[in-house]
């Protein structure tokens, strides 16, 4: 091996798992070693945002509707170490102007400019990239049709389909 990183993943996203196992194996065939830190949320959240104690974290998250309150999050400062936000300690003042002046205006093509900026700017100094992706679901069951799916579960041990059956 050429190196190895310390990857951190919560347990309980199922999902998240499976996306570490196949990373593992993707860069293992590039030389490169991953120690697998899979804990409860609460231990990753304060090894990765409090503790900074990670060189690869993998985590489930959606980039938003629109970037001031999706991707942007993950790209401005966090020196308050909060959780779903950036967690590399980089602080850069120009990215932090682009993301506040894209959040105080309405008009589209202002809003693009700044989002550009910011991009151009994170391209630049991050040594770290977001890469977002979702396979989980938030879904919304109607119960006077299906019986099976109104009792609370797990959010990565939801119930299969094959386990509902059709009313009427």
Same mark, same amino acid.
């Given at each position: 091996?050429? !190196? /190895?990183?310390?990857?951190?993943?919560?347990?309980?996203l199922s999902d998240v798992a499976a996306t570490v196992e196949m990373?593992?194996?993707m860069l293992e065939e590039?030389?490169?070693?991953?120690e697998m830190q899979g804990t409860?949320?609460?231990? !990753? /959240?304060?090894k990765v945002y409090t503790e900074s104690e990670f060189d690869l974290a993998f985590l489930r998250s959606t980039v938003g509707a629109d970037p001031s309150i999706g991707i942007v999050r993950w790209y401005e400062c966090n020196d308050q170490k909060a959780a779903a936000a950036n967690p590399s300690g980089l602080c850069d003042p120009e990215i932090d102007a682009a993301a506040a002046e894209a959040l105080a205006t309405s008009v589209q093509a202002e809003r693009g400019v700044a989002l550009t900026a910011l991009q151009d700017r994170?391209?630049?100094?991050?040594?770290?990239?977001?890469?977002?992706w979702f396979n989980g679901a938030f879904p919304t069951i109607n119960t006077t049709r299906w019986q099976g799916q109104d009792e609370p579960t797990p959010m990565t041990n939801r119930m299969p389909w094959t386990t509902m059956t059709m009313e009427g």
């Open positions: 091996m050429r !190196f /190895t990183l310390n990857v951190r993943y919560i347990n309980e990373a593992q194996s590039v030389g490169i070693g991953i409860s949320g609460a231990v !990753f /959240t304060e994170a391209a630049e100094v991050m040594y770290y990239a977001p890469l977002a």
